[in-house]
């Protein structure tokens, strides 16, 4: 059984930087792919950025050269952490981590969310 534990919203002024980190809980073999992903009121969530095992990014166009989605690991874990610069009120969302991972079968799992007010 894998879970994620998210860390690093928060309440910030448009202009200012988060960073968001997901780390890792579990016995797994490898993960192949890391995210995040985000949920305005009333929206549908939507990809933000994704990370794959050999380094690949990818970001939507609504936050590309403002945010970086990076990714770490030790023998016990794997973190995925996204870097949030120049935010601003319609970065506005909860945010998920999803970490697909291999273990037998392909698998998937989502972290509980976490809230990233952007306001004045």
């Known amino acids: 059984q894998v879970h994620l534990v998210e860390s690093g919203g928060g309440l910030v002024w448009p202009g200012e930087s988060l960073k968001l980190s997901c780390v890792t809980a579990g016995s797994y073999f490898r993960v192949t792919q890391m995210g995040w992903y985000r949920q305005a009121a009333d929206k549908q969530r939507e990809e933000v950025a994704t990370i794959t095992n050999d380094g690949t990014t990818n970001y939507a166009d609504s936050v590309k050269g403002r945010f970086i989605i990076s990714s770490d690991s030790d023998a016990n874990s794997d973190t995925v952490n996204l870097q949030m610069n120049s935010l601003k009120s319609e970065d506005t969302a909860v945010y998920f981590c999803?970490?697909?991972?291999?273990?037998?079968?392909?698998?998937?799992?989502w972290g509980q969310g976490i809230l990233v007010n952007v306001s004045s």
């Open positions: 999803l970490v697909k991972y291999w273990n037998w079968t392909n698998r998937e799992v």
